[in-house]
Structures are given as C-alpha cells and as structure tokens.
C-alpha cells in the first residue's frame, strides 16, 4: 500500500504486458514509422540517463517544441522518470508568449523537431536554454537528439520518486489571457489516467487504439500517452499533419478505435467525410471525443445520422487535462431518444474523483438542470495553483480548494455539465444572458455554414448586442438577412445578430479555437453588415 503512484510503474505496465503492441508514427516525410512498447521502454531508459548525463539536477524543467511522435512520446516518459519535469511548448504561440512562457516556467533544456528550429532561431535571443536538442538534423551548439538517445545507458534503473513530485508543466492555451502554468505531479497523472479510462468514461482496453489529434502541447494530449501506455493499447501519432484527409487516412489504415480533438478538426473532418461517404472504412472507430469548446449538436448529429459515428463530447481544461465526458449513463440508456441527445450535447458527468459544484449569485446553484452558476472543480488532478502567479492563483482558487473554472454551467440531477458560455465571452444584453456557443451552434447547423463564431459588443441602447462572424464552405454561401431568417425558428428573437461579418475562415488561436478577442479587436469599431 506504500507503493508510490508514478509514470515509472506506468511504462513498466506497458513494457511488461504489452511489449509488442504497436506505437506508430507519422515521420516528416509523411511515412509510418513502427515501434512497439518494449522498444519506446529500451529508448526511453537511455533518453532519461543521458538527460541526467547533461548535469540536471532533480525538478530541472525539459521544454519540448514538437508535434506529436515518437520521440515526443519518448520524452513524455524519459523526464519525469529522470526526476526531470517535462514542458510541452505550444509551437503556435507567438515567439514572445514562448519567450515568456519558457522563462515563466525556468525551462533548462530545449527539445525541438528541426522544422521548428527558425522559431528558435527568434526565441534565442530572449531566452537562454543550457541545452539544446534538435530532432533531426543538429546544427551549432545544439545537440542531435539521436546522438544524445547514443549516450545513455540501456541498463540504467530509474529512481525512486515520490508520487507527489512533479512530473509536467503545461499552460493554458491563453483563449483568455496571459498563458498561466500548471504542475501535475506523478500521482495526478497515474489517477488521471485510472479514472478516465474506467468504463462509462473511455473504457480503455488493450483492443484499444488511441489517436490523440489534440496535440501533445495542449493540455497534455489529454494524458493518452499514458493512458495507452498504461492499458496496453495501441497509439498512433500524426506528426504534423492534422488535415482531415491524413487523419482519415490514418483512422482506416490503423484501425483507430478511439480519437479526441478539438471541434474546428471534427468540422473539417465531418466535411470531408460528407464529400467522400465511401472512402474510408472507419468501422473500428467507436467515439470520437470532442473537447476544448462546444460542439455543435448539429455536427453530433451529422457524425451519428449520416456516418454512424459516435462523436462524444468531453469537457477539460489546462488545469486538470480531462474533467468529463458525455457517455450515457445506465439510466439514460433507458430513456427515451430525445432525453440521450439533450445528454449528448451536454459536456457529461465528472470522472470518478472530480467534484463538480456551481457558484451563483446567492450560493451554490440547484441541479436542477436550469439554474446557471460558475462551474468550480476539485480533484486528485486538477491543479491548486498557477505557476508563480499568487494574484491569479488567489483570484481563480477558493479558500476552500476549489478551482473556479470561469464556465457557466447548468447541472442536472444525474450530474451532467451543459456549458453555457464561459464567464469573460457571456453577452448581457437588455438585462438578458446571451448564449454565445448556442448562437453559434444554431447558426453551425445552416448548410453553407462552416464556422460561426459570436462575440458581444457594446450597444447604446441594451449595453451588448451579439455579432456574428461567419465562414461558409467552399462553393457556398447565404446572406445575412437569410441567416437571420434561418436562426428565427432556432433561438428567441432578440438573439439575433444584427451584424453578420463574413469571412474567409475564422480567426483561431494556438490551440484551434475560435479567437474571440482577435474577433472582437477586429470587429468591434465597425459599423453593420459588411
Ligand atoms: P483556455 O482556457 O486558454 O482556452 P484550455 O484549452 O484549457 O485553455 O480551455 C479550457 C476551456 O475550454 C474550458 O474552461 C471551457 O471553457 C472550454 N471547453 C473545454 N471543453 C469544452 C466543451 N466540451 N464544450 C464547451 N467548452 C469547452
């Protein structure tokens, strides 16, 4: 019972029952490379030596700029089974918030694919790494990562760790502000990855194979590393190519059986599907998870009603990777088809160890299904503080541990999330809340619509008033006035946008959501429909 929760015994589960499941892994040149999980263990063993071997002491931070492969995978394991913590960096982020996020989080050593190196090449000269790594082709002082892999020792024996050290940094994809860090430590991760793959969660299986699109900068890829790892499931990793032509590609030739991503990828997938019905055998793939903003009921249904396919979505955030997932529970699976798919647009119920509760304006909301409070979280694996942020860290914490999340949700008796809005995009107009992801969902669910994104803006007269900013397929279109017309049926008649701003494609941020604040930068000196 003393026995320490780490990413150590994790590794050793895959290595010592799954040796031979596969790891696949798009390369640059787009070819797949094969590997298994005895092999990542052998390689990982030598990583994490020759990583001490550059003079690290304990805690020291390992900042990673790379998509999501193998040798990726390889340090997701090697750091923090050094004693080392392991920094994904979001390659999409501005070099400044890099700058500022690598110095934020004290980052010692730089690991980087060689196609990002003319980022590093702007990031060095506000930053100063000890060490630099580059997968590929090294140049400089950096080191190859191939020739570090060289130096270490294959029968190094990793150390003892206590549970509680930490193991990542990750930080918030900054939708809302400064990107603020987080620490998860070996024991939030181990429990993280029990809890979310219990049955009535992901129920992981050793059957299994695991396609995070969500990249391994973002939020940590949701854990799945480990969660493979530890289940003993097969895991494919896309490299850089995130369109949805490779990723069906790679859903078919694997065999994917369970995926996750954020809504703009499963729209453009959901597209490319629509073009091609027959293309792609995807009969393995049982769900796709959806997470990181809302998604639209009318994709849900596009995915279930015209590919038989399961898109489930799940709600999470930088602070505690996954929080909750919209699986049925065994009552709804009784009930009757129209109460499953109100559920299913919902964010879903809490992992087993997540407490969930909603602060009104007079104490904790009822659930009730209606009543709309801040969603605030607690957990084994859901973050206590910001890194070095104490004013943050005072404002987004409660006395009592609680983490207040700035969702607006509803809770339903049997406990499941539906978000409303997030608390800094909420319109209050006339006295009113807006729903901005329902706006956007109601308007998603017109045919020509590919993106709709909605921001408030002052008004005289009702203080805010929603804008709509939209994107259409390509080869498609329809008027604002048209729009409008199509929302009334869908949403109350003061919801409707009087300005609708079309545009090529929605501006996103680092991590593929919509950017509200660019939108409302952009749009909010403007007069009406352009
Ligand atoms: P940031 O807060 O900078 O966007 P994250 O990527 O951690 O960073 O985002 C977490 C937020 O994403 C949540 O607080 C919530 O507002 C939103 N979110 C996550 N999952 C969902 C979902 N399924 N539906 C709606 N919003 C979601």
Known sequence: MDDELTITAILRRA????PDRE????????????????A????VRRLASALLGLGLRPGARVATLCTSHRRHLELYFAA??????????NPRLRVEDLAYVAGHAADEVLVLDEAFLPIY???RETTSFRHVVVIGAATGEAISYEALVERGRADWVPPDLPERSTALIGFTSGTTGRPKGVEFTHRAVALHTLSSSLHGWLAVRDTDVLLPVVPMYHALAWGWPYTAALLGAGLVLPGPFLDPASLLELFDSERVTLTGGVPTIWT????????EPKRYDLTPLRAILSGGS????????????????????????????????????????????EQQQRHREMQGRPMPFV???AGGEDGFVAWDGESLGELEVRGPWVAREYLAEPDASARQWTDDGWFRTGDIVTITPGGYLGIADRAKDLIKSGGEWISTPALESALAAHPAVAEAAVVGVTDERWGERPLAVIAFHPGTSATPDELREFLLPRVARWWLPERIEIVAAVPKTAVGKFDKVALRRTFTSRGADS
Do not use: C, K
């Not at 290595?15 to 799954?18: I, M, T």
């Not at 990542?40 to 390689?43: D, H, K, M, S």
């Not at 453009?268 to 073009?275: E, I, N, Q």
């Open 268 to 275: 453009g997938v959901l597209h490319a599907l629509d073009a």
């Open 355 to 357: 407490e969930i509760r």
């Open 15 to 18: 290595e010592q029952f799954s």
């Open 80 to 89: 923090p089974i050094a004693g080392l913590v392991l920094h994904p960096l």
């Open 23 to 38: 790891v696949v892994s798009r390369e640059p040149d787009r070819s797949l490379h094969r590997t298994t999980w005895s």
């Open 294 to 337: 809302t998604a639209p009921p009318s994709m849900i249904a596009g995915y279930a009603e015209r590919h038989g396919l399961n898109l489930v979505h799940t709600w999470g955030m930088s602070e505690l990777m996954m929080g909750a997932i919209a699986e049925l529970s065994a009552e709804l699976q009784q009930a009757d088809p």
């Open 40 to 43: 990542i263990g052998g390689r």
């Open 121 to 123: 090449e702007q990031l």
